[in-house]
């Protein structure tokens, strides 16, 4: 699986090893030839790997592509948070998607670009809808799915929904259409 390429990250697939890493990292103490900028991982992280090492157990082996990537910059190689596929397309070809970065790296669009990178690459996998959701007073996340082209559908008493939905699209007619959305 290659590393998805954006214009200042690099989204890295995890392997089962690497994700072992993740999960028992202390953000004080990376392992020796680990590129994890100060505050990698943070609990999210570390949760976000326990649960693929546990779908992978439970699948026999990896789940990529559908599975957690670790966010790097490309101008130094550092990880600085992780997005990730909560596991492979459901029977309707939806899949759920979720992000996090360490709070020095917040506000600067490296959650939106990197959003953007699942989106189309979710996309190309012949993927037909792409759910998220926030707490309700995660602002800053509501914006990252509304600027990746996603759109609320939902809100109840703990989270806002997020989905885009390319039903009826073809993959190449200029991009995400939101569920809902007139054309």
Known sequence: MDTLMTARLALHPLTIAEAAVVEAGDPRDPPHGAR?????????????????????????GSTQP???????????????????????????????????????????????????ALLAFARSQG????????????????????????RLVAVDDRLKHYRVDWRGTAPDDGGPRSHGAAR
Not at 77 to 102: N, R
Not at 127 to 150: F, P
Request: with cysteine.
């Open 36 to 60: 994890w900028a100060p505050g990698y991982p943070d609990d999210g992280d570390r949760a976000g790997a326990r649960r693929f090492l546990a779908a992978c157990a439970s699948a026999g």
């Open 66 to 116: 559908f599975g957690p990537y670790e966010i790097r910059r490309r101008t130094d190689g550092m990880a600085i948070g992780g997005a990730a596929f909560h596991g492979g397309p459901d029977v309707a070809g939806q899949v759920t998607v979720g992000y996090g970065l360490i709070s020095s790296a917040r506000g600067r669009g490296y959650a939106c670009e990197a959003l953007r």
């Open 127 to 150: 993927v037909l809808s792409v759910k998220g959701d926030a707490d309700l007073g995660n602002i800053g996340s509501h914006r990252v799915m509304a600027s990746a082209g996603m």
